[in-house]
Structures are given as structure tokens and as C-alpha cells.
């Protein structure tokens, strides 16, 4: 099948996504669409939950297995929508309406390029393709749930805007729930020991801390305190208690575990990890699959945002059309040339390994 016969379907099946409401575990509809698109190139997929599972013809267990991965499920409107976020407008070459960027036309160009490899016999790899649900909030029904079901995956390219170029390492992310302890008392007789003030110095620490080891990729571990609270509603009392939120952000030289003890080193608040799930991580620049990369001109980076690849326990590349900074905008879009060139590339990049 040529490329531009799998670009006119791509085109049509992110049209027909971008019509239909698909937000996280609400995807069914979406999941039938890309089930029905499969089927019309006579392949059938298989279906747990809202993600949709298909192998190439001639899977061999015997051989290494690459996973093509991008997600189907959408934020909701952003508020500044001008358009109608469901009517996929075509104008000045770009593709308009919600998912588009994220991720729909990484999707649909995995999709093409798992079309395109499905019936080739005596390739060196399998190749799997999982359309996943959930991925905006990280669901346990989503890429986690498919992960635990596949055959072993050897490597995978996961479909994130990226404008094509080759997302090396990710940001883990941990939030972190803090509490202060004092003692209550009546703010008129100067009593107790103020918990604010108490959480307040160990804000101050979180804000100016750094952490000793810096990653060329991902720079610093990033720290940010978002939120802060007490249980009070009456003006003329000390509080005991002083809750706030932690947003940290961790560079592929960190485990969770030791960014914790660091911090429990330094704070006196009681600290807690609300999960620890998306975790920092990274591909070697060595694999076959960068280096191909590498030999197409494309360039290696560390992302600040983290995607379903924070959930693989195997190594992955994150690489997609698509531009990181349009997403989750009002009046979101793609240029549909980009995913011209990532059904091209994807291809390419993978033809260099097979």
C-alpha cells in the first residue's frame, strides 16, 4: 500500500475521532472507530476496555516485538474555543478540533505505519500496535492495564507531539502531600505554635532547594508547592495543622525512593507520595532505534511532560507529529503535512532496524 493511500485514511479516521467525544473513560466510541478502521485493511483487533490491541500477520513469538503506542482519549474543551472543538475544519493546511494535536494525529500516523508493516512477511521484529484509553490521567485502565496482558515488548515507540524529533527521556512526576503540625491556641493570648509558620519554613526549603545531581537531558529535579491549606474557619485561632501540596518533578538520575529521603532530611513536615507510578525515564543513546534516528538527522532532547511511556517497563522512544506547545490549547490543531511526514518517518525510522 502506498504512502499517500495511508495518509488519505489517516486523515479520514482523525477526522472521524475528532467528531466523536472521547474523554478520559469515556472512549468507547472512539475505540469502535479505530476497531472499524482496522478491520477495513483486514485486520482484526482485540479490545480490552477502551484500549484497542492488534498484531502484525505473522507474529512470531520467537522474535523481539516493537510497540507502536499513542492514546485516544482527550482533555475537555478549553473554555477559549472559538470553533466548535468537535467539527475537524480543514484551512491554511491545518486540521482544527480537539485531539488533533494531542494526540490524534500521532495515533492515526501509527496506525498508518502499523497498517503498512502488518502483512509484510520475514521481518526481524513483531510489531504491535495498542491504541490506549485514558492516558490524560494517567487511568489504571489504560496503557498500565495493556502492559501486563502483552507478549514481551522489546522496545516502543510511543506517539506524543514532539514536532518528530526524538524525546529521549521524560520528567518523572510525584505529588507529594505535606503536613505541618503545631499546636492550636487562641490568637489573642499568643498561644500554641502557629503550624503556618512551621510549613512556611519548609516551603521556603522546597522553593530553594537543589538537588546535587543534574541530568544533560532533563536539567535539575523541580519542586514546586501549589497548594496550601489549614482546617480553620475561625479567625482568632492558631491552627494545628498546616496542609500543602508538593509538585515534583524528577530527572531520570533519581528514584522516587531517594528523592523522599532527601527531602525528609531537611523538612520537619510530615510528607507523604500521593503515588509514585510516573516514573523518570529513558532510553539508551545507543539503541538501535535512536541511532536510526540519529541517521535521519533527527535530534535527541528530555521532555519536561510525561506520557504513557513513564508506565512501560521497557524502553521507549517518544517521538510524534505534532507540536508539544499546542496542546490542550483553545482551537487546537495540526498541519496536515505533519502527519504526512510522520507516517514517513515512522516508517523510515523503523525500516532502518528491520
Known sequence: MN???????????????????????????????????????????????????????????AKPTVLLNSHHDTVKPNPNYTLDPFDPIEKDGKLFGLGSNDAGGCLVSLIATFIHFYDKT?????????????????????IEAVVKELPPIDFAIVGEPTLMQMAVAERGLMVLDAVAHGK??????????????????????????QFGKVSPLLGPNKMSVTVIETENKAHN?????????????????YTFDEVIAEIEQHV???????????????????????????????????????????????????MGPGDSARSHSADEFIYLEEIEKGIKDYIKILEKIM
Open 237 to 253: 485561632v492558631v491552627p494545628s495543622i498546616c496542609k500543602y501540596v508538593v509538585d515534583v518533578r524528577v530527572n531520570e538520575l
Open 122 to 142: 520475514s521481518l526481524p521484529y513483531n510489531v504491535m500496535l495498542v491504541a490506549s484509553a485514558e492516558e490524560e490521567i494517567s487511568g489504571y485502565n489504560g
Open 3 to 61: 504512502e499517500q493511500t495511508l495518509y488519505n485514511s489517516a486523515v479520514a479516521l482523525l477526522k472521524q475521532l475528532i467528531k466523536t467525544s472521547s474523554f478520559s473513560k469515556e472512549e468507547q466510541e472512539t475505540a469502535a472507530h479505530i476497531k472499524q478502521h482496522l478491520l477495513q485493511f483486514g485486520i482484526t483487533a482485540e479490545q480490552l476496555g477502551n484500549n484497542i490491541i492488534a498484531k502484525n500477520k505473522f507474529f512470531d513469538p
Open 268 to 318: 520537619q513536615s510530615e510528607i507523604k507520595p500521593r503515588s509514585t507510578r510516573l516514573k523518570s525515564t529513558s532510553i539508551a543513546t545507543d539503541h538501535p532505534v535512536i541511532q536510526a534516528g540519529l541517521a535521519m538527522g533527527k535530534t535527541m532532547y528530555g521532555s519536561p511532560t510525561t506520557s504513557d511511556k513513564a508506565l512501560m517497563p521497557f524502553p521507549a522512544l517518544k
Open 184 to 209: 492550636a491556641g487562641h490568637a489573642a493570648r499568643n498561644e500554641g505554635e502557629n503550624a503556618i509558620i512551621k510549613a512556611l519554613k519548609d516551603i521556603e526549603w522546597f522553593h530553594t532547594y
